[in-house]
Each structure stands twice: as structure tokens, then as C-alpha cells.
């Protein structure tokens, strides 16, 4: 069965810091996708990124980063340059590939990040 | 080009009436998911459609049932509700949905917050 760890529950930066928000995940197969969500407080879950279990290079968007290491089962976020309007719930998730067609995503509780001016 | 919708935004039910959640996917997706998310916690796969079928189903009982319309619109459909129900329902829509084929990124709408007394 496939599992999503995150592992901090809740993280208080002030402005301007970086911060890693950390993500395990389990899987037994080999072809699957990684996904990160942001959760503002209006509820809407907004796509981050996504990646395949194929591409371990690491990706630079802005100020974001992620860094996946197959080896260690984990995809770390990374905000360089916290700003305030960063502050909300970010969510690691988990989709197998596969021929079942099924696309469910697995995803993890969750990291709250509140970013203080 | 139009996201994903959902209505209403919230409801309150009493314990053992029924519900109904609607969602409209974003143009060119013809695949829809449901998810539950309680307070606190990431979001619970229910179930998905495409072209009108169920392609995969979480682990929630037979009360929770859904429809897919030739519009790719969805409706998720809870009878005898339980104060455990209670929850922000969220709808995502993706482009494709094919047994065989390679994952794609699904999109959020804003989601249903549903109260049960």
C-alpha cells in the first residue's frame, strides 16, 4: 500500500528565512508520480508541481525548490525567501502509475506554515 | 478557460438526511475525483469517474456514490448522513483517464464545506 509521511506538523518562520518542508513516501511500485499541493485558508488546493519516479533531477521555480531523492524515498520542498502570503498548508501526495487506470492520489497530513512578518 | 466549480460552497444537514455535491470540471477534462478532507488532515480519496463510469474507488462505504453527466460535470451523493461526515469536500479534474495510460495532474475547485448536526 502506498503512504505519504509529513512528518511536521507545523512550522513558524519569520519573513525572509528559508524553509524545507519534509516529505517520505512509500511505494512498492516502480512507476509513479509525486505531486505537491498548497491549501491557502480559502480550502482550494493549488498545484504545485509534479514529478515522475523516472526524473530524479531537482527543480527550481522562483523561490521554490524540490529535491528528490529515490534512495531515501523522500521529496523536500524548499522556500527560499519566505514572504507572508506563503503562509498556508502544503500537502505531499502520491500517485502509482500502473495499468489500472486508476489515478487516485495519496496524500499526507500535511505541514502548516505560517510566516511571520 | 474556466477551473474547476463546485456548489454549494456550504451546507448544513441534520444526522440521516442525504446530500448532494456538484462539481464542473475544467474545460477539456473529462475525468473527476472526489475527496474528503476532515479537519486537519489531508484529503481521502472516494472515488473517481470517467466518461461517465467509476475508474476507482477509495475506502468508503456504498452511501457514497457519484454520477458523471455527458458534460463531464460530476455529483457526489451521501444519504443517511453521520456527524463523521462532516468535512470540506473537494473535486478535482484532470485531461485524462485512460487504463493503460500515464498519470496526469488533477486541478481542485474550491470545495463544499458539509456540517452534520
Known amino acids: 500500500a502506498q503512504k505519504v509521511t509529513q512528518a511536521q506538523t507545523e512550522i513558524s518562520v519569520v519573513e525572509k528565512e528559508d524553509v524545507t518542508l519534509d516529505c517520505v513516501y512509500e511505494?512498492?511500485?516502480?512507476?509513479?508520480?509525486l505531486f505537491w499541493y498548497k491549501q491557502p485558508p480559502s480550502g482550494e488546493l493549488v498545484f504545485l508541481i509534479r514529478r515522475n519516479s523516472f526524473d530524479e533531477q531537482n527543480e527550481i521555480s522562483g523561490r521554490y525548490s524540490w529535491n528528490f531523492q529515490k534512495s531515501t524515498s523522500s521529496f523536500n520542498f524548499t522556500i527560499t525567501a519566505s514572504q507572508v502570503v506563503d503562509s498556508a498548508v502544503y500537502f505531499c501526495a502520491l500517485s502509482e502509475g500502473g495499468y489500472t487506470g486508476r489515478r487516485a492520489l495519496t496524500f499526507g497530513s500535511g505541514t502548516r506554515l505560517q510566516v511571520q512578518p | 478557460e474556466t477551473g474547476v466549480t463546485q456548489s454549494p460552497t456550504h451546507l448544513i444537514k441534520t444526522r440521516g438526511q442525504q446530500v448532494t455535491l456538484r462539481c464542473s470540471s475544467q474545460s477539456g477534462h473529462n475525468t473527476v475525483s472526489w475527496y474528503q478532507q476532515a479537519l486537519g488532515q489531508g484529503p481521502q480519496f472516494i472515488f473517481q469517474y470517467y466518461r461517465e463510469e467509476e475508474n476507482g474507488r477509495g475506502n468508503f462505504p456504498p452511501r457514497f456514490s457519484g454520477l458523471q453527466f455527458p458534460n463531464y460535470s460530476s455529483e457526489l451523493n451521501v444519504n443517511a448522513l453521520e456527524l463523521d461526515d462532516s468535512a470540506l469536500y473537494l473535486c478535482a479534474s484532470s485531461p485524462s483517464g485512460r487504463l493503460g495510460g500515464s498519470t496526469d495532474t488533477q486541478y481542485f475547485g474550491p470545495g463544499t464545506r458539509l456540517t452534520v448536526l
Open positions: 511505494t512498492r511500485d516502480t512507476t509513479y508520480y
